[in-house]
Every structure is written in C-alpha cells, then in structure tokens.
C-alpha cells in the first residue's frame, strides 16, 4: 500500500531536513518543518523563537523540569500547564490535521508518534557518524568547526529527551520506525531513493 | 562505492533469514546463517546443539553469567574462560576469514561488530510488531500459536543481552546501522530490493 505520509525524525547536521525536501520534490507532495513554527505561533500567539526552541527540545524551566524529568514513564498529564506542553499540544493537532489534509513530508516535532494512528505512514529516521554531521554543518549552516559537534550533541540531548518525554519511546531505537537510515555512509542521493521505494512511490 | 558484506542482525520471527538469503540470491554472493555452525563445530569439536544455543543467545550459567552481567560496560576479557566466550571468538576469527574470501551476507553472530574495521560492510537491523513474527512463525516454523510470543520475546530478550555483552553495544538502536527495516511493514520483498539498492547493487 503506498504511503501518504512521511514523517522523517533525524540527528541534528545528518541532513534530513534536505533529504525530506528531495523526498517531497521527487514524489510532488507537500514539505513541512519551519513552516509548522510560523503556524503554531499564528495558532497560539507564542513568538516564533520560542517555538523554535521548545518544539522539539526539551528546555531547562519548563514545568516538566522543575518537578523532575521523569523519562520513559512520565506523564504528559502531569505537566499540561507549562506553555511548553501547551504547544506541544497545539503542534500535535496542527500535525494531525495537515496529514488529513493532504499527502506530505513532515520533518521532526514527534510527527511519527502523534500520527500513530494512521495506516498511511511510513517513519523514517536518519542519523550518521559524527565526522559526516560536522562537515554538513561546517558548510552548510555555518557552525564553527571547533564548535560543531558540542553544540550538534547539546542539540540532539535535547531532541532526544524531548522525544522521549512526549511519547515515552526511545528516540532512535529501531523499533519506532519502518525505515532507519546513516545518511554519512548511504550518501544523501541514495537514502532519498530508498525513502521513495519504500513508501511505494518509486 | 558497491559494499561486498551485508550483516543481517534480525529479531526473532522477522524475517531476516528469508530475506536475507533472497537478498544473495538476487546478488548472486555466498548465504551464511546456520552455515557457521557447522564449521565452527568442525574448529572446536563442541556439539552443533552447543554452538546453536550459545553462538548467539546469552545464557544462564555461563562464566559471564556467574561473575555478574555487566551489560555495556563488562568487558569480554573478564570472562575469556568460559566456553561461550572461546566459542564467541572462534566464530568472529571465522567471520572474518569468510568476509575475507568473499562477498556475502552474513545473518546474526555480531557480525556486523565482528567486521566494523572493514569499509565494504552494509550493516542491517531487520524487526517487526509482534503480530507479524507470530504469524510467521507460527506458518513457516511450527510454533503454537499460544506460545509463539513468549518463546520469540525470550529469544530475543538472550539475543540482545549476548549482542550487548560482546559489542558494549544497544541491540536494535538504529546508530549501529546502516539500514533499519519494518519488514512486517515494507514486506519481504521490498526489504530485499531496499537492501540491494542500499548495498549499491541494484
């Protein structure tokens, strides 16, 4: 069955963002990552940075954090007050109702988990070694080479504890995902074609 | 560049010994699962049953066992007396001579960390929700359909914690990996065309 829906979780600097892009220009369907920010913050009237920074990593002051970050097991329930949970619902229902709307790529932002429902799915994770992740962001971002893999590690902590708080799986285990990928060692060109045949749109 | 070895770490009931000997069918390069157990008893003179049972299940009694099991951290010298751990590198000397002679795919055994000095190496991960391994296994292996998922979770529970006490790595995390598949999601044979194409053999 072919696959509407492709949501692409990803280390930070593996290129993902680009790999999604490719995807949704080769299959002709919708791309969404920045774009949710800019649509939560018309939705909620939260500023764009703090959206930014809060809707895929987990942040020091939130609510969550004063009362203890409860890994795999803590509840959502627990927290719903802090206007970070507050967005993070508010981003879960605009995931939703994108995906009803039409076939897309959906970057990040727990899209695999809050879409779990949904039979049209394929969930895609991308990662590679850290030598590849510093020289894409070196040149293609900016960092500073020094730098790079510091704030790459802080990044993807952050993504990681975001992820596993929300939805109380591990992020990058296999299990969550049909399709996992290392984009350093598959090359960019190649994990876009094998996104492609494996949602049935070759 | 095309890669010579592909390693299959598979869950129980997932299909990857079946995909993995369609993938080198299609490539037409050697198949190696059950294989190995021949000829690592022919190195050893232990039991076929022996080698079955501990070449890639982490079992109770073994030294290893007794001094305490030390998930990531314990180091196979500790425990380089015990039976199962001089089977563990009799059968990664062998793996390496095989990787050595010719192109292959190689199921199981670690493998995939047994040959990580190489650079030709596509390493697999190939799981699925548990429906699909019981189906599976209950048509293509004749186990009772009532004890079909205890007997996989207890396989692969002694698969995970044999991988992890070897490689000091987490079995079924996605970063150890080239390529992760749902094969009850993709099917068997999109999971072997995605595999040749990963390998740059399609």
Request: glycine share 8%.
């Amino acid at each position: 069955m072919e696959k509407r829906i492709i949501t692409i979780s990803r280390e930070c600097g593996s290129g993902g963002h680009t790999i999604g892009k490719l995807v949704a220009e080769r299959l002709g369907i919708a791309f969404y990552d920045k774009e949710i920010i800019e649509m939560v913050a018309a939705k909620t009237k939260l500023s764009p940075d703090f959206i930014s920074s809060h809707g895929e990593y987990f942040q020091n002051g939130s609510l969550g954090h004063i009362i203890g970050y409860g890994g795999r097991f803590a509840s959502p329930i627990q927290t719903a007050s802090s206007l970070q949970d507050q967005m993070y619902f508010v981003q879960s229902e605009l995931i939703r109702e994108i995906a009803e709307k039409e076939p897309c790529v959906i970057v990040g932002r727990c899209a695999d988990y809050v879409l779990r429902e949904r039979n049209d799915l394929l969930n895609v994770f991308i990662h590679s070694e850290m030598p590849f992740k510093v020289e894409r962001s070196v040149h293609e971002h900016g960092l500073k080479e020094g730098e790079a893999e510091k704030i790459l590690t802080k990044r993807d902590k952050a993504r990681a504890q975001h992820y596993t708080f929300y939805t109380r799986q591990t992020w990058g285990s296999a299990m969550n995902y049909h399709l996992c990928l290392d984009s350093g060692a598959l090359g960019v060109d190649r994990c876009v074609r094998l996104i492609c045949e494996a949602a049935g749109r070759m």
